[in-house]
């Protein structure tokens, strides 16, 4: 059965703390995706990569950066979590045609 | 930029009764549409998806929906809903030649018994 993993279902961080949150992806996928969803807003694009070494900003990119050094994995940086970035996390991962995502379970981070 | 409304935030409905979930897109061309669930502490799943063609599509689970150009509306429905299928729901638009998804702020369903 075909998944995108994130490692931590999960998190509790303290305010400054930089936060890694990984995701891994076993579809062989070209493009992965980071969204936070908060109740009201619902899914807001934060990163996307569409190849290795290549990222791009979505919608919210402010306080948060991505690493993909790898095609199966994509990570979600916090430089210095703040209380405002407590939020659930949700990576996706598609083919370069976006015939739809495919998501992971979610990580609830909360920063205190 | 393409985007989507659901204008309804909560919907109610009993167990065996009929359910339409409403979405609305902007997009200047034919667009890509999907509809999305999600169970409370889980990520969503996909339940159909529209690119060309026949405007009714069939999902998973016993779900539909219909593609209607003229009303920019992409409208999901289910004849007879299951407790189970008491979830978050989430329209979500997409271009041809794009990589993005733009999600509705969802619907929650609650099904009572």
């Known amino acids: 059965d075909v998944k995108v993993t994130q490692s931590s279902r999960y998190l509790v961080k303290r305010t400054g703390e930089k936060v890694f949150l990984e995701c891994v992806q076993d579809m062989d996928h070209e493009n992965m995706f980071w969204y936070r969803q908060d109740p009201g807003l619902g899914l807001r694009l934060i990163y996307f990569?569409?190849?290795?070494?290549?990222?791009e900003k979505g919608d919210i990119p402010e306080g948060y950066s991505v690493s993909r050094e790898k095609k199966e994995r994509f990570s979600l940086i916090l430089e210095s979590a703040s209380t405002n970035q407590t939020s659930m996390y949700l990576c996706?991962?598609?083919?370069?045609?976006?015939?739809?995502?495919?998501f992971g379970s979610g990580t609830r981070l909360t920063v205190v | 930029a393409q985007s989507v409304t659901q204008p309804d935030i909560h919907i109610t409905v009993s167990e065996g009764a009929s359910l339409e979930l409403r979405c609305n897109y902007s997009y200047g061309a034919t667009p890509y549409l999907f509809w999305y669930v999600q169970s409370p502490g889980q990520g969503l799943q996909l339940l159909l998806k529209?690119?060309?063609?026949?405007?009714l599509v069939q999902g998973i689970k016993g779900f539909e929906a219909e593609f209607k150009r003229s009303q920019s509306s992409f409208n999901l429905r289910k004849p007879s809903v299951h407790w189970s299928d008491a979830a978050e729901y989430f329209c979500a638009v997409g271009a041809p030649n794009d990589y993005k998804l733009s999600f509705g702020a969802g619907t929650t369903v609650t099904v009572r018994a």
């Open positions: 996706a991962s598609s083919f370069v045609s976006n015939y739809g995502y495919t």
């Open positions: 529209y690119f060309s063609g026949d405007t």
């Open positions: 990569s569409y190849d290795v070494k290549m990222k």
